[in-house]
Each structure stands twice: as C-alpha cells, then as structure tokens.
C-alpha cells in the first residue's frame, strides 16, 4: 500500500479492531503496519493540536498500535552486548533522521523524534511524539502516546505517562518551551501549557488539585497547568474519619515573563519563586 493516506488506512483499522479476525487477511496486517511507519516518520500522530490551540485525539491510531502489539512476534534483537526479548523493534537509521540518542537511550519504533532531539539515557514509547530542540534527560521516560513539544526540557528521571486505553483517551501533553523538573510526574493525559516551568517533584495527576495563589483568592483546576506558569509541589489538609492530613498539591506561584529571553525567564523563575530542580 505505496503512499497509504489516512482515508486509505483509516476504515482497514477501525474494522479490524472490531473484528481480529480480519488480521487474517494480508490487507488488514499491512494497513497496521503502513500506520506505524507512518506514526515512526511522524506523518501522522496520535494527536494534534489545531489552529485554536485545542487538541484532538486521533482514536484510530491507537487502535493501529494496539492491533500492532497483536501481529507483531516476540523475538531476540540484540544491539552490540545488549539483548532484548520483544515485539516492537527499536528505531533505526538515527543519525539520517538528526536525532541524537546517548547509549543506553531507547527510541521505540512507532515513536517520532524531530531532527534536533535529543535522548539522553531515557525511554521513548510507541505513538510518543518529541518536537524539534528538545531534551529528554537521563532516565527521563516519554509514555506511550505523550505528545512533547518543540524547545522542551524533561530533565532526569521525569516520568510523562502513557496511555492506549480508552481510545479516546487524550494522552499527556507538553508544549512547547516547557521546562519539567527533575523527578516530576505528568500522567492521566495532564496537559503542561507552553514554556511553563514544573519544579523538581511536581505531580500532576487528572485529580491533581492545582491552585493559582498568586491572585488574592485561590483559584483551583485540575489536569491543566496554563502557559508560563511557575509550578512547585504543596499540600493542603484534608479531613478523613481518622483526622487530618496533608494532600500533595500543585502550586502556580507565578508566571514567566514572554517578554524576556526564555532562558533568561527560566532563570529568573527559579531565583525569583525558588523554584528547586
């Protein structure tokens, strides 16, 4: 299927997801594989973000990588002294796509990485996405589906969480220019506004309470942190039949400035709201 489009692949996928049993007939196979490829060249992504900055879920390709888990065998792949026992390849031909990936990092094909990535020692899922200038640090993992946006940084150990199931599901989302701390999680398909700064251990979870304190009255929201925000961890009590107790919290306690150089506002984020990373 030379030169497949979405219209193509798209009603090959949705059947076969409803009945397996058409996987039996080569047409059905090489319409998930086709989508795949198309998802690892990052022709296609599991979401996109339209021109009013809302987001749309493309249910279908998870549904082509989730049939893929079911064509696809185990077998041995062993790359130099390493050796791996699974179904999904690794991505190949790095160097020819400007990717920069520091051993041992893993780029699972299916996944896209803009030329000018960078993987440090970190994980990068099937159906992820990471835009062009950004940096997944040591031990950083990008969740399957997660979409990053360009000029990102994850730094060590962050954990941005996958999700295949629901399908309509929207996956984790940071955009563009973001700064995520050390040690901080994003999951539940959380979405991180453009160049905000999360600081080191920050959790945002879909019932993640995230309160704004920099105006006089607290203003809370869940599963979103708003462009430019500075976010550190907090807690807030919470009343259970055996006492009280404190509940981790996130905490927007200022904004970057757009004015400003972004490096120079990152800066000026941490030392003026003591932001740890």
């Known amino acids: 299927m030379p030169d497949a489009t979405e219209n193509q692949l798209r009603p090959l996928i949705e059947q076969a997801f409803e009945d397996r049993s058409k996987l039996a007939d080569a047409q059905y196979r090489q319409a998930v594989e086709e989508t795949i490829a198309l998802l690892d060249q990052g022709k296609i992504r599991v979401a996109t973000r339209g021109d009013d900055g809302e987001w749309t879920v493309h249910a279908w390709a998870k549904q082509a990588i989730l049939l893929y888990f079911g064509v696809r065998r185990m077998e041995r792949v062993e790359v130099g002294a390493y050796e791996y026992h699974d179904k999904i390849p690794l991505k190949k031909n790095l160097d020819k ?24 020692p970190g994980y990068v899922n099937i159906g992820a996405y990471v ?14 589906c997660a979409q990053v946006g360009k000029g990102v940084h994850l730094s ?9 199931e629901p ?11 973001a700064f995520i701390g050390s040690r901080a999680i994003v999951v539940e ?3 991180i506004g453009e160049e905000a700064v999360l600081g080191a251990n920050v959790v945002i979870t879909a019932s993640t309470k ?17 462009p430019r925000s500075v976010v ?29 150089d972004k490096k120079v506002s990152l800066n000026d984020a941490l030392r003026d709201f003591g932001v740890s990373v």
């Open 131 to 144: 835009g062009a200038g950004s940096m997944v640090d040591t031990w950083a993992t990008v969740g399957s």
């Open 97 to 120: 796509q400007g990717i920069r990936v520091v051993p041992p990092g893993t780029i699972r094909y299916g996944a896209h990485m803009e030329p000018g990535s960078i993987l440090m």
């Open 232 to 260: 550190i961890p907090g807690t807030r009590t919470k009343k259970f039949p055996a006492g009280e107790y404190q509940i981790p919290v996130a905490l927007i306690i200022g904004r970057r400035k757009p004015s400003t």
């Open 167 to 177: 399908l309509g599901a929207t996956p984790v989302i940071i955009e563009d220019g």
């Open 189 to 191: 398909g959380s979405r």
């Open 210 to 226: 995230i309160i704004d304190v920099t105006g006089t009255e607290p203003v809370e929201m869940q599963g979103y942190v708003p």
């Open 156 to 164: 060590g150990g962050v954990g941005l969480g996958g999700v295949l």
